[in-house]
Structure formats: C-alpha cells, structure tokens
C-alpha cells in the first residue's frame, strides 16, 4: 500500500472511532508511521485529507 492510501485509511478507521473533531494529525502520522513531511506532501491539513477522503 502506498504512503497516501495508507494514511488515508487509517484517518478513516480513527474517525469512525473517534470522530473529527478528536483525531489529530500527530495522532494519524502515528498510526500511519509517517514523518510530519510524509503527512503534509501529500495533504496540505486534516480538511484536505477529508476532502479528498470523499
């Protein structure tokens, strides 16, 4: 899986448990174990990873 998709499921499996307003990026690069510039290279915040999440 590439480092994209795999945040973007991961985002989606902790929004699901926790919603949108409890789940950060630190927590999402985490669980992802990606860098903070391997998050923001492919997404610019936690909106656009919604959006494109869609």
Same mark, same amino acid.
């Given at each position: =899986? $590439?480092?994209? +998709?795999? &945040? =973007? #499921?991961?985002?989606?499996?902790?929004?699901?448990? %926790? *919603?949108? $307003?409890? @789940?950060? &990026?630190? #927590? @999402?690069?985490?669980?992802?174990? &990606?860098? /903070? !510039? *391997?998050?923001?290279?492919?997404? #610019? +915040?936690? $909106? /656009?990873? =919604? @959006? #494109? !999440? %869609?």
């Amino acid at each position: =899986m $590439d480092t994209k +998709s795999r &945040i =973007m #499921e991961t985002a989606f499996k902790l929004l699901l448990e %926790k *919603g949108f $307003d409890n @789940v950060s &990026i630190n #927590e @999402v690069k985490r669980e992802s174990n &990606i860098t /903070t !510039g *391997g998050f923001y290279h492919h997404f #610019e +915040s936690k $909106d /656009t990873l =919604m @959006v #494109e !999440g %869609k």
